[in-house]
């Protein structure tokens, strides 16, 4: 597994690769791929960090690991594949969206790519998952490396603005300076949406922390980048169609 992003985030996680984590998590990751089926494919595992570089992020939403089904993860936290059934989780950020700043978000796909070409990190805080395996690899290294990232964004001088949805993503918060916004709800799982999710407001509350640093704020309803996503070739370079 190279850690070859291709834009800023290899000189900000340059130190990463070569610590021991970085190097028993490639190991771990080798003989996962050869044994099981992980998600998401090999050249989707960086998706997050290689749309958007590390000046450019805007807001950070923090997801748990990666769909456990077929076609559904594509490298961006709460994403699906371009044309796969939304999951549960994001049928409920939809409902949140359209009740928050009003747009009707039916028929929608679930790609997320267009969040992310506005500055939108979707990362979650595992990168990799065994199929039908919720979890199955939260314990290998990834959250040392998700931390650090954390880490790295909390630090920076321009503000932006975390999201974090739910408890395990909620203890990322301890990285994050008092100089950005954090917005803090249950997770979006059907689960708990009813608990504190649904009503939290964390497009709009976004967007009024962007306007007011002067950024411009994210259009929402930009779900998809072009009328196919963008993927990655096996070298990690961008391919489109």
């Known amino acids: 597994m190279e850690l070859a992003i291709g834009n800023e985030w290899d000189k900000v996680l340059a130190e990463e690769k070569d610590k021991p984590y970085f190097a028993e998590l490639e190991r771990?990751?080798?003989?996962?791929?050869a044994e099981y089926t992980i998600y998401p494919p090999r050249s989707l595992i960086f998706a997050a960090l290689?749309?958007?570089?590390y000046s450019d992020v805007k807001v950070v939403i923090v997801g748990q690991d990666p769909y456990i089904n077929p076609g559904q993860a594509n490298g961006l936290a709460f994403a699906v594949g371009h044309g796969v059934k939304l999951p549960p989780s994001l049928v409920n950020i939809y409902k949140e969206l359209s009740s928050d700043i009003g747009a009707d978000m039916s028929g929608e796909a679930g790609d997320l790519?267009?969040?992310?070409?506005?500055g939108v990190l979707l990362l979650n805080a595992t990168l990799t998952v065994r199929a039908g395996q919720s979890d199955a690899h939260a314990s290998c290294g990834w959250q040392t490396f998700t931390d650090s990232v954390i880490k790295k964004l909390g630090a920076r001088e321009k503000p932006?603005?975390?999201i974090l949805w739910g408890s395990k993503a909620q203890k990322k918060e301890q990285y994050i300076s008092p100089r950005h916004c954090v917005i803090k709800s249950a997770h979006p799982s059907p689960l708990s949406a009813y608990n504190g999710f649904f009503g939290s407001r964390p497009f709009s509350r976004a967007n009024a922390f962007l306007e007011k640093c002067g950024m411009t704020p994210i259009d929402w309803t930009e779900i998809t980048a072009y009328e196919k996503p963008d993927y990655y070739n096996s070298k990690g370079s961008i391919t489109k169609g």
Do not use: D, H, M, S
């Open 50 to 53: 290689k749309y958007v570089p």
């Open 28 to 33: 771990f990751l080798e003989r996962e791929y």
């Open 160 to 162: 932006l603005v975390f």
């Open 113 to 118: 790519t267009g969040w992310a070409r506005q």
